[in-house]
Protein backbone atom coordinates (compact mmCIF):
# COMPACT_ATOMS: atom_id res chain seq x y z
CA UNK A 1 0.00 0.00 0.00
CA UNK A 2 2.70 2.43 -0.91
CA UNK A 3 0.64 4.47 -2.60
CA UNK A 4 -1.51 5.46 0.26
CA UNK A 5 1.51 6.12 1.98
CA UNK A 6 3.32 8.24 -0.57
CA UNK A 7 0.00 9.79 -0.61
CA UNK A 8 0.32 10.85 2.65
CA UNK A 9 4.02 12.37 2.28
CA UNK A 10 4.97 15.65 4.12
CA UNK A 11 2.39 14.73 6.48
CA UNK A 12 3.72 14.30 10.24
CA UNK A 13 4.39 10.92 10.74
CA UNK A 14 2.00 8.92 11.77
CA UNK A 15 4.45 5.91 13.57
CA UNK A 16 2.60 3.43 11.86
CA UNK A 17 5.53 0.90 10.36
CA UNK A 18 6.58 0.83 6.62
CA UNK A 19 4.94 -0.95 4.22
CA UNK A 20 6.40 -3.46 2.09
CA UNK A 21 5.16 -4.98 -1.31
CA UNK A 22 3.57 -7.51 0.31
CA UNK A 23 1.06 -4.76 1.64
CA UNK A 24 1.27 -3.67 -1.97
CA UNK A 25 -0.03 -6.97 -3.33
CA UNK A 26 -2.48 -7.19 -0.21
CA UNK A 27 -4.32 -3.91 -1.78
CA UNK A 28 -4.03 -5.04 -5.24
CA UNK A 29 -5.81 -8.26 -4.78
CA UNK A 30 -8.46 -6.72 -3.05
CA UNK A 31 -9.24 -4.24 -5.73
CA UNK A 32 -8.82 -7.61 -7.96
CA UNK A 33 -11.56 -9.02 -5.48
CA UNK A 34 -14.13 -6.39 -5.62
CA UNK A 35 -14.01 -5.71 -9.25
CA UNK A 36 -14.44 -9.47 -9.91
CA UNK A 37 -17.50 -10.24 -7.74
CA UNK A 38 -18.83 -7.27 -8.99
CA UNK A 39 -18.13 -8.44 -12.85
CA UNK A 40 -18.78 -11.72 -12.82
CA UNK A 41 -18.93 -13.32 -9.05
CA UNK A 42 -16.10 -15.40 -7.57
CA UNK A 43 -17.04 -18.75 -8.44
CA UNK A 44 -16.26 -19.89 -11.74
CA UNK A 45 -13.62 -19.14 -14.55
CA UNK A 46 -12.51 -19.96 -17.72
CA UNK A 47 -9.21 -18.61 -19.63
CA UNK A 48 -8.49 -16.25 -20.48
CA UNK A 49 -8.77 -14.31 -17.05
CA UNK A 50 -9.77 -11.08 -16.64
CA UNK A 51 -6.83 -9.04 -17.53
CA UNK A 52 -7.04 -7.20 -13.96
CA UNK A 53 -7.01 -10.74 -12.48
CA UNK A 54 -4.18 -11.94 -15.06
CA UNK A 55 -1.88 -8.73 -13.74
CA UNK A 56 -3.10 -9.82 -10.31
CA UNK A 57 -2.12 -12.96 -10.10
CA UNK A 58 1.19 -12.38 -12.35
CA UNK A 59 2.18 -9.79 -9.14
CA UNK A 60 1.35 -12.65 -6.98
CA UNK A 61 3.82 -15.10 -8.57
CA UNK A 62 6.55 -12.46 -8.86
CA UNK A 63 5.85 -11.46 -5.12
CA UNK A 64 5.97 -15.21 -4.53
CA UNK A 65 9.35 -16.11 -6.40
CA UNK A 66 10.73 -12.81 -4.43
CA UNK A 67 10.27 -14.29 -1.05
CA UNK A 68 10.62 -18.05 -2.00
CA UNK A 69 6.97 -19.21 -1.76
CA UNK A 70 5.16 -21.68 -4.09
CA UNK A 71 3.34 -19.40 -6.38
CA UNK A 72 -0.53 -20.11 -6.79
CA UNK A 73 -1.18 -21.93 -10.01
CA UNK A 74 -4.60 -20.33 -11.29
CA UNK A 75 -6.71 -17.56 -10.55
CA UNK A 76 -9.00 -20.33 -8.49
CA UNK A 77 -6.03 -20.91 -6.00
CA UNK A 78 -5.47 -17.11 -5.86
CA UNK A 79 -9.02 -16.60 -4.73
CA UNK A 80 -8.42 -19.50 -1.77
CA UNK A 81 -5.28 -17.70 -0.65
CA UNK A 82 -7.43 -14.68 -0.02
CA UNK A 83 -9.57 -16.95 1.69
CA UNK A 84 -7.36 -18.57 3.51
CA UNK A 85 -4.52 -15.93 4.05
CA UNK A 86 -5.19 -13.58 5.93
CA UNK A 87 -3.74 -9.49 6.00
CA UNK A 88 -0.70 -11.16 8.81
CA UNK A 89 0.13 -13.76 6.81
CA UNK A 90 3.90 -14.03 6.28
CA UNK A 91 2.87 -13.76 2.13
CA UNK A 92 1.78 -10.45 2.86
CA UNK A 93 2.94 -9.22 6.29
CA UNK A 94 0.47 -6.37 6.38
CA UNK A 95 1.63 -4.18 9.47
CA UNK A 96 -1.02 -4.92 12.25
CA UNK A 97 -1.09 -1.00 12.37
CA UNK A 98 -2.38 -1.17 9.38
CA UNK A 99 -5.02 -3.90 8.73
CA UNK A 100 -5.61 -6.14 11.34
CA UNK A 101 -3.94 -9.64 11.29
CA UNK A 102 -6.58 -11.72 10.46
CA UNK A 103 -8.60 -10.54 8.06
CA UNK A 104 -9.06 -12.29 4.94
CA UNK A 105 -10.16 -10.24 1.39
CA UNK A 106 -13.00 -13.23 1.05
CA UNK A 107 -15.00 -14.52 3.44
CA UNK A 108 -14.20 -17.70 4.86
CA UNK A 109 -17.95 -18.83 5.02
CA UNK A 110 -19.97 -16.53 2.18
CA UNK A 111 -16.91 -16.86 -0.31
CA UNK A 112 -17.68 -13.15 -1.25
CA UNK A 113 -15.27 -10.09 -0.75
CA UNK A 114 -15.13 -9.29 2.89
CA UNK A 115 -15.86 -5.72 4.59
CA UNK A 116 -12.48 -5.56 5.22
CA UNK A 117 -11.43 -6.27 1.38
CA UNK A 118 -13.75 -3.17 0.54
CA UNK A 119 -12.03 -0.93 2.90
CA UNK A 120 -8.52 -2.14 1.96
CA UNK A 121 -9.45 -1.18 -1.48
CA UNK A 122 -10.57 2.30 -1.10
CA UNK A 123 -7.52 2.78 0.72
CA UNK A 124 -5.09 4.93 -1.49
CA UNK A 125 -5.10 8.42 -3.38
CA UNK A 126 -8.53 7.30 -5.58
CA UNK A 127 -10.41 6.17 -2.76
CA UNK A 128 -11.84 3.08 -4.68
CA UNK A 129 -14.95 1.49 -3.97
CA UNK A 130 -15.64 3.99 -0.81
CA UNK A 131 -14.85 6.99 -3.54
CA UNK A 132 -17.49 5.35 -6.05
CA UNK A 133 -20.26 5.24 -3.24
CA UNK A 134 -19.58 8.62 -2.49
CA UNK A 135 -19.89 9.90 -6.36
CA UNK A 136 -22.88 7.76 -6.79
CA UNK A 137 -24.54 10.04 -3.98
CA UNK A 138 -23.16 13.15 -5.12
CA UNK A 139 -24.83 12.73 -8.43
CA UNK A 140 -27.88 11.75 -6.85
CA UNK A 141 -27.30 15.06 -4.97
CA UNK A 142 -26.95 16.52 -8.06
CA UNK A 143 -29.70 15.38 -9.96
CA UNK A 144 -32.28 16.25 -7.03
CA UNK A 145 -31.70 19.66 -6.88
CA UNK A 146 -33.14 20.47 -3.40
CA UNK A 147 -31.32 19.02 -0.20
CA UNK A 148 -34.71 18.13 1.19
CA UNK A 149 -35.26 15.82 -2.01
CA UNK A 150 -31.48 14.08 -1.92
CA UNK A 151 -31.93 13.45 2.00
CA UNK A 152 -35.18 11.71 0.71
CA UNK A 153 -34.03 9.88 -1.61
CA UNK A 154 -30.33 8.81 0.73
CA UNK A 155 -32.43 7.50 3.35
CA UNK A 156 -34.69 5.29 0.72
CA UNK A 157 -31.59 3.72 -0.43
CA UNK A 158 -30.18 3.09 3.04
CA UNK A 159 -33.60 1.60 4.09
CA UNK A 160 -34.03 -0.12 1.51
CA UNK A 161 -31.13 -2.02 0.02
CA UNK A 162 -33.31 -4.79 -1.61
CA UNK A 163 -36.37 -3.65 -2.97
CA UNK A 164 -39.49 -6.33 -4.27
CA UNK A 165 -41.95 -5.77 -6.79
CA UNK A 166 -44.89 -6.01 -3.49
CA UNK A 167 -42.74 -3.15 -1.75
CA UNK A 168 -44.31 -0.84 -4.50
CA UNK A 169 -47.45 -1.40 -3.26
CA UNK A 170 -46.68 -1.13 0.37
CA UNK A 171 -46.98 1.96 2.44
CA UNK A 172 -44.62 4.85 2.66
CA UNK A 173 -43.82 4.31 -0.85
CA UNK A 174 -43.05 7.29 -2.96
CA UNK A 175 -43.01 6.88 -6.85
CA UNK A 176 -41.17 10.27 -7.30
CA UNK A 177 -38.12 9.25 -5.06
CA UNK A 178 -38.26 6.07 -6.75
CA UNK A 179 -38.15 7.25 -10.49
CA UNK A 180 -35.25 9.17 -8.92
CA UNK A 181 -33.09 6.57 -7.48
CA UNK A 182 -34.10 3.29 -9.58
CA UNK A 183 -30.71 3.43 -11.24
CA UNK A 184 -28.99 2.42 -8.31
CA UNK A 185 -30.26 -0.54 -8.36
CA UNK A 186 -29.99 -3.65 -10.44
CA UNK A 187 -31.09 -7.46 -11.17
CA UNK A 188 -29.74 -9.60 -8.32
CA UNK A 189 -26.80 -11.09 -9.43
CA UNK A 190 -26.30 -15.53 -9.82
CA UNK A 191 -23.86 -15.07 -7.14
CA UNK A 192 -25.78 -13.91 -4.69
CA UNK A 193 -29.02 -16.91 -5.20
CA UNK A 194 -29.02 -20.59 -3.85
CA UNK A 195 -31.04 -23.09 -5.80
CA UNK A 196 -32.71 -19.89 -7.73
CA UNK A 197 -33.90 -18.33 -4.54
CA UNK A 198 -32.35 -15.58 -2.78
CA UNK A 199 -31.55 -15.17 1.47
CA UNK A 200 -31.56 -11.88 3.06
CA UNK A 201 -30.25 -11.39 6.50
CA UNK A 202 -33.12 -10.15 8.97
CA UNK A 203 -30.72 -7.55 11.17
CA UNK A 204 -28.70 -5.44 8.40
CA UNK A 205 -31.53 -6.19 5.71
CA UNK A 206 -28.53 -7.54 2.89
CA UNK A 207 -27.66 -10.25 1.18
CA UNK A 208 -26.98 -13.97 3.07
CA UNK A 209 -25.60 -17.23 1.97
CA UNK A 210 -25.18 -20.29 3.64
CA UNK A 211 -21.63 -21.63 3.95
CA UNK A 212 -22.38 -25.07 2.08
CA UNK A 213 -23.97 -23.69 -1.37
CA UNK A 214 -24.57 -27.64 -2.08
CA UNK A 215 -26.74 -28.20 0.81
CA UNK A 216 -30.91 -27.00 1.07
CA UNK A 217 -31.78 -23.49 1.92
CA UNK A 218 -32.07 -23.24 5.38
CA UNK A 219 -36.14 -22.43 5.55
CA UNK A 220 -36.89 -23.85 8.80
CA UNK A 221 -36.77 -21.41 12.07
CA UNK A 222 -33.83 -22.89 13.47
CA UNK A 223 -30.72 -21.08 13.37
CA UNK A 224 -28.07 -21.37 11.43
CA UNK A 225 -24.31 -20.26 12.41
CA UNK A 226 -22.79 -21.18 9.06
CA UNK A 227 -24.69 -18.55 7.23
CA UNK A 228 -22.71 -15.52 5.99
CA UNK A 229 -24.29 -12.22 5.53
CA UNK A 230 -22.86 -8.62 4.12
CA UNK A 231 -22.95 -6.80 7.40
CA UNK A 232 -20.95 -10.03 8.46
CA UNK A 233 -21.17 -9.13 12.21
CA UNK A 234 -24.85 -9.41 12.39
CA UNK A 235 -26.54 -12.39 15.47
CA UNK A 236 -27.72 -15.31 14.10
CA UNK A 237 -30.67 -15.60 16.42
CA UNK A 238 -33.02 -15.95 13.49
CA UNK A 239 -32.67 -17.95 10.18
CA UNK A 240 -32.26 -15.30 6.98
CA UNK A 241 -35.32 -14.46 4.82
CA UNK A 242 -36.21 -16.57 1.70
CA UNK A 243 -37.21 -14.45 -1.02
CA UNK A 244 -38.56 -16.78 -3.78
CA UNK A 245 -39.09 -14.96 -7.06
CA UNK A 246 -36.00 -12.82 -7.43
CA UNK A 247 -36.98 -11.78 -10.48
CA UNK A 248 -39.00 -9.07 -8.91
CA UNK A 249 -36.35 -8.12 -6.74
CA UNK A 250 -33.63 -4.95 -7.39
CA UNK A 251 -30.56 -4.79 -5.20
CA UNK A 252 -28.71 -1.64 -4.35
CA UNK A 253 -25.45 -1.42 -5.87
CA UNK A 254 -22.40 -2.94 -3.49
CA UNK A 255 -20.61 0.18 -3.08
CA UNK A 256 -23.82 2.08 -1.50
CA UNK A 257 -24.92 -1.20 0.57
CA UNK A 258 -21.76 -1.31 1.77
CA UNK A 259 -20.73 2.18 2.66
CA UNK A 260 -24.42 3.93 2.77
CA UNK A 261 -27.02 0.91 3.85
CA UNK A 262 -24.60 -0.60 6.88
CA UNK A 263 -23.68 2.39 9.07
CA UNK A 264 -27.24 4.33 8.22
CA UNK A 265 -28.10 2.38 11.18
CA UNK A 266 -25.24 4.33 13.44
CA UNK A 267 -26.36 7.54 12.00
CA UNK A 268 -29.83 7.02 12.76
CA UNK A 269 -29.02 6.03 16.47
CA UNK A 270 -26.33 9.14 16.51
CA UNK A 271 -29.11 11.24 15.72
CA UNK A 272 -31.43 9.63 18.28
CA UNK A 273 -28.79 10.69 20.94
CA UNK A 274 -28.39 13.91 20.03
CA UNK A 275 -32.26 14.74 20.03
CA UNK A 276 -32.48 13.18 23.26
CA UNK A 277 -29.42 15.34 24.66
CA UNK A 278 -31.33 18.51 23.58
CA UNK A 279 -28.68 19.20 20.74
CA UNK A 280 -29.78 20.55 17.34
CA UNK A 281 -27.91 19.68 14.28
CA UNK A 282 -28.19 20.13 10.59
CA UNK A 283 -27.24 17.85 7.62
CA UNK A 284 -23.68 18.90 5.65
CA UNK A 285 -24.25 18.89 2.06
CA UNK A 286 -22.51 16.27 0.41
CA UNK A 287 -22.14 12.72 0.22
CA UNK A 288 -20.84 11.83 3.67
CA UNK A 289 -22.65 10.91 6.32
CA UNK A 290 -22.14 13.96 8.29
CA UNK A 291 -24.16 16.84 10.47
CA UNK A 292 -23.06 20.32 12.09
CA UNK A 293 -24.00 20.43 15.32
CA UNK A 294 -26.18 23.79 16.51
CA UNK A 295 -24.90 26.50 19.15
CA UNK A 296 -21.23 25.13 19.19
CA UNK A 297 -20.27 28.26 20.31
CA UNK A 298 -17.31 30.18 17.80
CA UNK A 299 -15.65 26.80 17.16
CA UNK A 300 -17.30 24.81 14.47
CA UNK A 301 -18.34 21.18 15.60
CA UNK A 302 -19.36 18.40 12.93
CA UNK A 303 -20.42 14.75 13.61
CA UNK A 304 -19.61 11.94 10.76
CA UNK A 305 -20.42 8.46 11.11
CA UNK A 306 -19.00 5.46 9.70
CA UNK A 307 -19.21 1.54 10.13
CA UNK A 308 -15.23 0.22 9.45
CA UNK A 309 -14.52 -2.90 10.37
CA UNK A 310 -10.74 -1.26 10.14
CA UNK A 311 -10.15 1.66 12.38
CA UNK A 312 -6.22 2.61 10.67
CA UNK A 313 -7.40 2.53 7.26
CA UNK A 314 -10.77 4.87 8.93
CA UNK A 315 -8.25 7.37 10.68
CA UNK A 316 -6.27 7.44 7.01
CA UNK A 317 -9.56 8.30 5.31
CA UNK A 318 -10.22 11.05 7.70
CA UNK A 319 -6.74 12.11 7.44
CA UNK A 320 -6.82 12.28 3.59
CA UNK A 321 -10.61 14.10 3.65
CA UNK A 322 -10.69 18.14 4.18
CA UNK A 323 -11.83 20.17 5.46
CA UNK A 324 -12.84 19.08 8.56
CA UNK A 325 -14.69 21.08 11.49
CA UNK A 326 -12.19 22.57 14.62
CA UNK A 327 -13.94 19.30 16.14
CA UNK A 328 -15.11 16.23 14.75
CA UNK A 329 -16.63 13.01 17.25
CA UNK A 330 -16.29 10.25 14.51
CA UNK A 331 -19.15 7.98 15.64
CA UNK A 332 -18.90 4.24 15.26
CA UNK A 333 -21.21 1.73 15.61
CA UNK A 334 -20.77 0.94 19.98
CA UNK A 335 -19.85 -3.30 19.47
CA UNK A 336 -16.44 -1.63 17.44
CA UNK A 337 -15.84 0.82 19.94
CA UNK A 338 -16.07 -1.50 22.37
CA UNK A 339 -13.30 -4.17 20.21
CA UNK A 340 -9.85 -4.58 22.05
CA UNK A 341 -7.73 -1.90 20.19
CA UNK A 342 -10.02 -0.09 18.04
CA UNK A 343 -9.44 2.98 19.68
CA UNK A 344 -6.02 2.78 19.79
CA UNK A 345 -5.34 1.62 16.11
CA UNK A 346 -7.58 4.35 15.19
CA UNK A 347 -5.77 7.11 17.77
CA UNK A 348 -2.37 5.93 16.75
CA UNK A 349 -2.95 6.11 12.89
CA UNK A 350 -3.80 9.56 13.05
CA UNK A 351 -1.42 12.40 12.81
CA UNK A 352 -0.54 14.21 15.87
CA UNK A 353 -2.30 17.36 14.70
CA UNK A 354 -5.25 15.60 14.16
CA UNK A 355 -5.77 13.53 17.21
CA UNK A 356 -7.18 16.56 19.70
CA UNK A 357 -9.71 17.53 16.62
CA UNK A 358 -11.18 13.88 15.83
CA UNK A 359 -12.47 12.26 18.60
CA UNK A 360 -14.02 8.45 18.22
CA UNK A 361 -17.33 8.11 20.03
CA UNK A 362 -20.62 5.54 19.66
CA UNK A 363 -24.05 6.83 19.82
CA UNK A 364 -24.38 5.56 23.12
CA UNK A 365 -21.44 7.95 24.17
CA UNK A 366 -22.09 10.72 21.91
CA UNK A 367 -24.43 12.96 24.99
CA UNK A 368 -21.54 12.36 26.96
CA UNK A 369 -18.61 12.90 25.42
CA UNK A 370 -20.16 16.52 23.74
CA UNK A 371 -21.06 17.71 27.58
CA UNK A 372 -17.63 16.95 28.52
CA UNK A 373 -16.03 18.69 25.27
CA UNK A 374 -18.53 21.85 25.89
CA UNK A 375 -16.98 21.54 29.41
CA UNK A 376 -13.19 21.55 28.68
CA UNK A 377 -13.86 24.24 25.99
CA UNK A 378 -15.71 26.64 28.99
CA UNK A 379 -13.00 25.71 31.43
CA UNK A 380 -10.18 26.90 28.36
CA UNK A 381 -11.58 29.76 27.67
ZN1 LIG B 1 -26.56 -9.15 8.45
Same mark, same amino acid.
Given at each position: ???????????? !?????????????F??L? *?????????? %???????????????????T??????????????????????R????G????????????? %???????V??????????????G????? #????R #??? %??L????????RY? $???? /?L??????HR???????????V? =?R????????????????? /????? =?????????? *????????????? !?I??? %?????????????????????????L???????Y????A #???A??????????????? =?????R? =???????I?????? $??A?????????????????V???????G?V????? /?????P?????R??????V????D????????? !???
Open positions: MRAGAAHRAGRP !DTGAEPEGAGSELREA *RMVATLAEIQ %GLRSFALPYPGLAQRALDRVLHCLDIGETPPRSLPELLEWCTKPADPLFAVPASLVTP %GATLVHPGRMPTRSCLEVASHPDGGV #AAHA #ALL %GDEARCGTGER $QCRS /FARHPVVQDRFGPGWSRAW =SVKDLYGPLPESLLVDGD /FLRCP =SCGLPALPGD *RDVPVPVSPTTDA !DWCE %GEECPRDDPPELIRDPEQTWILRRPRTFLALPRTEE #ALDLDRAGIDHDPLPGPL =SAHRLD =SGPATVDQVYDRL $QPLLAAHLTDSAPLADRTLVVPDALARGYRKA /FADALALLRDLMLTTPDLGPLSRARREEK !DDA
